[in-house]
């Protein structure tokens, strides 16, 4: 036992108790508190009725706090049922978190198989794909290049059908020069058989002539010799007719007559020489028509050669025109040849290049039907999404995971959209999504563990303080009605012995 004096009220009382001193002058001074705050209030009222006051005030507080204990322990029973209802509420969400990890693990392992299937699928497609694109830009490059050269070769048909048409038309020209000079060559050859019968006429006639002036030349020569015998003979008939004077009439008859003659030979002389005269003059005029036709026949001589060397010269230019026809019409066979099989090349590319679109067409219906999964696994995200956030929304002390895991996914989305870009980084990006996906599994475990032992060491602690407070409220109870009834059995000795 404890003996402590106290002063209550200006009066000191002697106080004994199982509690330690500090306790007992606690109350003492509560106890002295209330009364001096009693007579604070009234200052007539006497020490007892101050007192009685005070310990009504106290009585007062002691039931209060019997009521707020009462209040107390019923919140705290309605608090554990709700604890235990919350409890159960909690091993609900976390059995329905369980459950939705476990969809989400099977979901992101659907996905991971689809998005497996798919980068397969899509991987031989993408092989595929640049293959066919490959071969397209080679068939439109050969295509440009049998374009181009087939260009080229229209180009060189147009030409040698230019050539060919010149040539013709030079062909046509030359024909026609052939013609002409044909024509040129046949006046020529019948000016030359004319001339060679006015040649030959034309010596003929000098021929003639010449006889005939060789004929003359000798009647001229007989006639003079014949002058010269007339004349010896005048000279002679002369001498005679000085010797005969006689025969002189009879002679002079003959004489007459032989003048006549000579005369008549005279006159045929001079016609004769007359004729000579004319005959040279028809000769010079032979003459110079045979030069002029010797010239003229040179000239048509030269002429024929020239002719004959332009005809030469013709048959050449068209030797040669024939056989750059030949080549022409080898080229054009080898050209109407390639393209043909040109013709048949780009049919053959047409159907390659039609075929390729028909794969191309194939590939985007593939890569439509890509599209749709992707809008599926993308709906599916988002509902996976919505369904993270309202596990986020339910759970807040998960919301690192949660956001990691969204965090996740709006890279799995993001990746899934640009896997067709960087196949090769998703499949890193996936191993190492899988590694954080296990780590982030293992931590929300280890979370959701943490979780509910700390929501049971809460409620646990929660239990226990509220008991410690039903227990302090208890003692504060005992204690001050203990103190009520010591101060009691206290005060009444006091008060008998100041009576």
Known sequence: MIKVTVNINGMDY????DKN???????????????????????????????VLAAVNIADELYESDLNLRTSVSKKKNIESDNTELIKKVDKL????????????????DLINKEQSLKDKYSGIEESFNTLKEEAKKFKNENDILINENKRFNENLKETKNLNEVLNKEIIEVKEKNKFLYKKVDEARNKEINLKKDLQHSTEQTKNFEKK???????NKELDKKLKG???KNIEVGLELERISNIRRSLEEENILLKEKTTSFESNASTMQSDVEELKLVLSDERTKRQLIQEEHKKCKEELEEINNYYY????ELGVCKGKLKEFSTINDNLTNQMKSQKREKQDLEQKIQNLNDEFIKVKNINNKLDKEKLELNNEIKSMKNNNYNLINKHNTNKETLNIKHKEIEELKGNLENKEKSLVELKNKIEDLTKQRSNLL??????????????????????????LEIEIAKLKKQDSVNSINKSKQKLAPLAKKKK
């Open 14 to 17: 002697n106080l004994k108790g």
């Open 21 to 51: 001193e500090q306790y007992l002058l606690d109350l003492a001074s509560f106890v002295d508190g209330k009364v001096r705050e009693v007579m604070a209030k009234n200052s007539r009222l006497s020490t007892s009725a101050a007192t």
């Open 94 to 109: 976390n059995l329905d978190l369980q459950q939705c990890l476990s969809e989400k693990s099977k979901i992101q392992e």
């Open 213 to 219: 002036i060789f004929d003359f030349n000798i009647e």
């Open 230 to 232: 007339l004349n010896e």
């Open 313 to 316: 010269e013709a048959d050449k």
């Open 442 to 467: 293992e931590r929300s475990k280890e979370i959701n563990g943490k979780f509910r032992s700390s929501k049971y060491k809460v409620l646990e602690l929660q239990e226990k303080f509220m008991n």
